[in-house]
C-alpha cells in the first residue's frame, strides 16, 4: 500500500482538488499550536486534507463535507486506509444544506470548497468558530496575476469575500502567499 505522502502526491499530479503542501503544512502547525481538537473541512475532495489533521493531531476529531459523490466515495476508501475513520466523519452533501445543521463550536475551519460559495458559507463559519478559533480560507490569491474573461465574477465574489472577513470585525485576517493564497482569520471573541 502506497503511504499517505505518496497517495496524495499522485492525486495532486493529477490535479484533483487538495491544497498545495505548504498551505498544509502551515496549517497543521497553526492547528498544533493552538491545541485544536475539532477541526471542520468544508471542501473535503478525496479526504487529504482531513487525513493530515487526524494524523496529525492523534486526539482531534475532524467533520469533512463533500458535496461531489465520485470523491466523497474516494473520501471515505482513503479514510479507511489510512486508519482515521474513528475520528473523521465525512458528511456528504451541500455545505450549504449541511452547515446551518451543524451545532457546537470547531478550534478549526478549512473553507476549501466552490470559491463562488464562500461568502454564503461565512455566516455558518463564522458561527461555528470558536473564540480564539482559526477560520482558513483557500486559495483568496485565485487570480493575482490578472483575471481571465471568463473568470471575471468568481473573481468578483473572492474579493467580495476577502472585503467581508478584513472589515468583520470580530476577526483578524492575514494573507499568506502559500499554494494560491491563504487567508488565515483568527475569531477574537
Known amino acids: 500500500m502506497q503511504t499517505f505522502e505518496e497517495r496524495r502526491a499522485e492525486e495532486m499530479e493529477v490535479r484533483d482538488p487538495t491544497c498545495a503542501n505548504e498551505t498544509l503544512s502551515y496549517m497543521l502547525q497553526r492547528a498544533q499550536a493552538i491545541g485544536a481538537g475539532s477541526i471542520l473541512e468544508i471542501g473535503a475532495g478525496k479526504g487529504f486534507t482531513s487525513i493530515a489533521f487526524a494524523k496529525t493531531l492523534p486526539s482531534a476529531r475532524v467533520t469533512a463535507i463533500e458535496r461531489d459523490a465520485v470523491r466523497a466515495a474516494a473520501a471515505r ?12 466523519r465525512l458528511l ?3 455545505a450549504a444544506d ?18 463562488v460559495q464562500y461568502r454564503r458559507f461565512f455566516p455558518d463559519c463564522k458561527r461555528l468558530l ?6 482558513f480560507s483557500d486559495d483568496v490569491m ?14 468578483m465574489h473572492l474579493q467580495e469575500y476577502m472585503r467581508m472577513l478584513r472589515e468583520d470585525a470580530d ?3 492575514t494573507v ?7 487567508a488565515e482569520s483568527v475569531k477574537l471573541r
Open 171 to 173: 476577526l483578524s485576517t
Open 130 to 135: 470558536r473564540a480564539g478559533g482559526i477560520l
Open 176 to 182: 499568506h502567499g502559500y499554494g494560491m493564497g491563504l
Open 92 to 94: 456528504e452533501g451541500d
Open 98 to 115: 449541511i452547515l446551518p445543521t451543524l451545532g457546537g463550536t470547531y478550534d478549526v475551519i478549512f473553507l476549501d470548497a466552490a470559491k
Open 142 to 155: 485565485l487570480f493575482s496575476d490578472g483575471v481571465p474573461k471568463k473568470r471575471r465574477m468568481l473573481a
Open 77 to 88: 476508501e482513503n479514510i479507511r486506509d489510512f486508519g482515521v475513520e474513528d475520528r473523521v
